[in-house]
């Protein structure tokens, strides 16, 4: 479990509330901020310069007025539109006053949201989004604070599962302010709601602002607060009070409009500041809003009155990084490979914790790069920034995640072969499985040796089936891997001699593209589509169909030749070279005891077009699921059972995470498992309507959709994108689910050298989890290293709620702490005879950190008292004015007003005086004294004495002016 770092934190610490109910009093927040289009409007020099400069500017305004005793809300704010800000700030030697951007940060001066920059999260996988938020995960743990806000900014349209992955990791409020900026898109003008919860699947939700549109620099758009006296006039005009009600129709008191930075490429003025001053009054008072704060005080004020809603709204911008589909690919296929390197690694740290020495740096880089490889601006440069250099940094950032996980993956595969124990001479392997279930599956062994060989299963003492096959140019040998274990792994040896003889289950036939085990039949054609898919075990139901020429896999375009390739008793493919525009080559591969169609398509020559991979189906009345992000969504309209708004939606963008899978009546389905692409579109659907009655998907293979992205997909000529396909019964989400982690993350296979026997030498389960609708998401050592343990983050897909107990494999867990997404403490949990077990809701993911230090004795007082161990020190539960550490060290009630409770200073003998109670022995006290209230000191002051339990007696003699103020500071080591 971890402790958060602590800071010297003051003991008497002020804060304001407003709360209570709805007033007439109509409050405004106008909060300022300058927005970042990443090498649209500037270079990424130029915009490292300018956080620099921004966030000095800011920081030094805020702490002038501090200085000057400006009223708080007149004092200079402002609101950075990433972490990554701070990020490259903390790096940047040009970067000199990073304490003092703290101080500001947690003074609530300067605002700091998780997400790293403005991106397209629609086309991002969810483990991506939240890897992209690890910075702002560390910052809250460093500075022991909370980030509560996450936005996203120009997009029109927002992806349902978004939210749930936000407030997992934290946040509670988010603001989406959007622009005109493509065409066509759905219209903006009208939400249903102005402001609202908005509530997941999972049931958690955040206070949503989202203004129905009027223009991108007025309310709606993401620089409402630009021109702050029409912004002032707008928030009042009946045209949008009409619209912005509670439930019970009463307009809101509290109003906000944010932004002002619009495009410009830095922001170095006070003029919003002072406008706040120059026209708050106190019958309509006027505030300068670091957003949370306007937030905080609209839930204060409406809370019962705020509606809610869960849809999803679809894809708009989220569709660029299609437009550079290989890069885009490799980023995708490397969150994956991302799954295996951290568990492996997971178990190689249990033996060797030096493993992670010195690999922070470019662990740090990847993840925040999972987030700005899919930073908003994803197109052919703009007025700042060339063509050329946007599309360099994408490739660069793609490169620096590549490096990360490649060599994690490499160097941890390495270390684990060296910690199985061996014996005897013949080459071994072992077989690793990422998945918290045990698999049977097809991998390859990176054996180079004579031939003729067999392999022999370690742990049963059983010969597996094998096959020599080339892959790029490279000798391996292709096994059947029976009953490899959850999150761990089998060990194979290589003998030599030709061992037994394994029956062929396939049949195949260049001539006629037929391809067949016991499970299926294919006809491939010469252009690589699947033109005829029976399903043998359900009396040969056929499951292709053509669909306005189209059918399973199919590019609708070129010819070609049919060629059977690496045929055996494990595995058969067939292979498609086409000829067309572009050219192409697909590989459709079964094997052996598997229903599993796999599908490797490789084209093979730029396009510059937009494209598509058709799936077309034999299914009556379809019903399509899909992973969005963070979410599994239904693809039909709220009012007919789906996921998708009835208004300022578009439909014909849908985001294609790990699968889609389509059911029809019988129940008969298909599962599509994917992994390089972003975007489908459903049947015939269109912009504004969502066709649901064709049962074909068309998957985007690149190209600028909707008219925007890089041209000419950068140039590349090569793209590889996966595909697999399974036919079932009824819809299962989890049986999807697995199915697609199957495909995108096979078995990995390592050479054992044995150097150190710290695992067995036949077979080892690291991880078990007992509750099959609730999977292993992410295995890995803790952010803040080793001694705050290691993270596991699961995901239910079941219906309900779900009891499930975490295991790990020859070692107990002692401790548990739910952490967010980005690892900050939530709570502490009672390990359960050596397991972590927890009630986990329907379709939620949760972290845990296992095995890491005990909770202080500050956590468990907080826990005590209903209190978030996580709970920052200088936080204020009850709104006393009074810091949760001071009530801690004074032993006051967290939960009720305590301030009429705290010690007075007294004069006594010409002596200033004030008496407190000692009660923590792990807190240090100490009385300072001031003239000014602004410098203080404990020069002056005898400290008085007392063991702890007792009453400690702190005295100052007046000064000349016979003036003097004390204040108890506390602090934790």
């Not at 300072?928 to 702890?948: P, R």
């Amino acid at each position: 479990m971890r402790t958060p770092p602590r800071r010297l934190t003051s003991a008497l610490l002020g804060l304001t509330l407003l709360a209570g109910p709805a007033s007439a009093q109509v409050r405004t927040y106008l909060a300022p901020d300058d927005h970042t289009d990443y090498l649209w409007s500037a270079t990424e020099a130029e915009y490292r310069l300018y956080f620099q400069q921004m966030l000095d500017f800011f920081a030094q305004a805020a702490t002038t007025d501090l200085a000057n005793g400006v009223p708080s809300a007149l004092q200079s704010r402002f609101t950075l539109d990433g972490s990554f800000w701070l990020y490259d700030y903390e790096r940047n030697p040009a970067g000199t006053q990073f304490p003092l951007i703290r101080d500001r940060v947690l003074s609530g001066h300067l605002t700091v949201p998780l997400n790293a920059l403005i991106l397209t999260y629609g086309g991002m996988p969810a483990e991506a989004v939240l890897r992209s938020m690890a910075y702002a995960g560390s910052l809250e743990r460093r500075w022991n604070t909370r980030f509560r806000l996450a936005h996203t900014m120009e997009n029109l349209t927002l992806p349902y599962g978004l939210g749930a992955l936000w407030a997992g990791s934290g946040a509670r409020y988010s603001w989406n302010g959007v622009c005109q900026c493509t065409g066509p898109e759905p219209s903006a003008a009208d939400r249903l709601h102005e402001i609202y919860r908005w509530t997941g699947l999972d049931g958690s939700s955040l206070l949503l602002k989202w203004y129905s549109f009027t223009t991108n620099d007025r309310l709606g758009g993401y620089a409402e607060a630009r021109f702050p006296a029409d912004a002032l006039a707008q928030l009042n005009a009946p045209a949008f009070t009409t619209r912005y009600r509670d439930l019970q129709g009463q307009p809101y008191a509290v109003r906000g409009a944010f932004g002002a930075g619009w495009d410009d490429r830095f922001t170095l003025n006070l003029s919003l500041r002072d406008y706040v001053a120059a026209n708050t009054t106190p019958a309509a008072p006027l505030f300068v809003s670091n957003e949370i704060d306007f937030f905080q005080d609209f839930e204060a004020t409406h809370g019962p009155s705020i509606p809610s809603y869960s849809a999803s709204f679809g894809n708009e911008w989220d569709a660029q990084p299609a437009s550079l589909a290989e890069v885009t690919g490799s980023v995708r296929r490397n969150v994956e490979k991302l799954r295996a390197a951290e568990a492996m690694t997971t178990l190689v740290t249990w033996q060797n914790p030096g493993f992670l020495t010195g690999r922070a740096p470019a662990r740090d880089l990847a993840m925040m790069n999972l987030g700005l490889y899919f930073e908003h601006d994803f197109t052919d440069g703009g007025p700042g920034a060339s063509r050329a250099e946007r599309l360099a940094w994408q490739r660069r950032v793609a490169n620096e995640i590549d490096s990360y996980v490649s060599t994690l993956h490499a160097d941890a595969k390495t270390a684990l072969g060296g910690l199985i124990g061996r014996s005897g001479n013949a080459p071994r392997f072992f077989v690793f499985n990422p998945l918290s279930w045990t698999r049977t599956d097809v991998v390859d062994l990176p054996y180079t040796g004579s031939l003729p060989a067999h392999v022999v299963d370690l742990a049963t003492g059983l010969e597996v089936p094998s096959q020599t096959v080339t892959v790029n140019s490279v000798q391996l040998l292709r096994i059947q891997a029976p009953g490899v274990p959850s999150v761990g792994y089998k060990v194979f040896e290589v003998r030599s001699g030709a061992g037994a003889s394994f029956a062929n289950p396939f049949t195949v036939n260049a001539g006629t593209g037929l391809l067949a085990n016991a499970a299926v039949s294919l006809t491939v054609s010469g252009r690589g589509a699947i033109n005829s898919y029976v399903d043998k075990t359900r009396a040969n139901r056929e499951f292709a169909a053509n669909l306005g020429g189209r059918t399973i896999n199919d590019f609708g375009s070129g010819t070609g030749t049919v060629a059977v390739e690496n045929a055996g008793v494990v595995s058969t493919t067939l292979r498609a070279t086409v000829t067309g525009a572009p050219s192409r080559v697909t590989r459709i591969t079964l094997q052996r005891d598997s229903d599993r169609v796999l599908i490797e398509n490789e084209i093979t020559q730029n396009f510059t077009d937009v494209r598509s991979w058709t799936f077309s189906f034999n299914l009556s009345a379809p019903d399509l699921w899909h992973e969005e992000v963070g979410a599994v969504l239904r693809a039909r309209l709220l009012a007919d059972g789906g996921h998708y708004a009835p208004q300022n939606a578009r439909y014909d963008l849908l985001t294609l995470n790990h699968f889609a899978d389509l059911t029809g009546s019988g129940p008969f389905g298909v599962t599509l498992s994917n992994v390089e692409c972003l975007m489908m579109q459903y049947g015939n659907s269109t912009l504004n309507a969502l066709d649901t009655a064709t049962p074909q998907l068309r998957v985007f293979a690149g190209g600028q959709l909707g008219g925007y992205g890089i041209s000419l997909q950068g140039g590349d000529s090569f793209f590889r994108q996966q595909f697999a396909l399974r036919t079932h019964g009824a819809y299962s989400e989890v049986a999807a689910m697995r199915f697609a982690l199957e495909h995108s993350n096979p078995l990995v296979a390592g050479a054992v050298t044995g150097t150190a026997a710290a695992y067995p030498a036949d077979q080892f389960s690291a991880v078990q989890i007992d509750q099959p609708d609730v999977l292993l998401w992410a295995l890995k050592p803790a952010e803040d290293g080793l001694a705050h343990g290691w993270i596991a983050r699961v995901w239910n897909f079941g219906d309900t709620s779900a009891t499930f107990a975490l295991t790990l494999g020859g070692r107990r867990v002692e401790n548990v702490q739910q952490t967010s997404h980005v690892e900050t403490i939530d709570r502490y949990l009672v390990a359960n005879g050596g397991a972590l077990v927890d009630l986990i809701p329907a379709k939620q993911i949760r972290t845990y950190a296992l095995n890491a230090v005990q909770p202080t004795a500050f956590d468990s007082w907080k826990q005590a008292y209903g209190l978030a161990a996580a709970a920052a020190a200088t936080s204020d539960a009850d709104g006393d004015g009074v810091a949760l550490l001071l009530e801690y060290a004074l032993g006051l009630d967290p939960t009720a007003g305590s301030a009429q409770q705290l010690p007075a200073v007294q004069l006594v003998g010409g002596l200033a005086q004030l008496t407190y109670p000692r009660l923590r022995s792990e807190l240090s006290y100490a009385v300072e004294a001031s003239q000014d209230l602004a410098t203080w000191s404990t020069a002056s002051v005898t400290q008085g004495s007392g063991a702890v339990g007792t009453n400690v007696t702190a005295t100052a003699p007046l000064p000349a002016g016979g003036r003097l103020f004390l204040r108890l500071r506390v602090s934790l080591p």
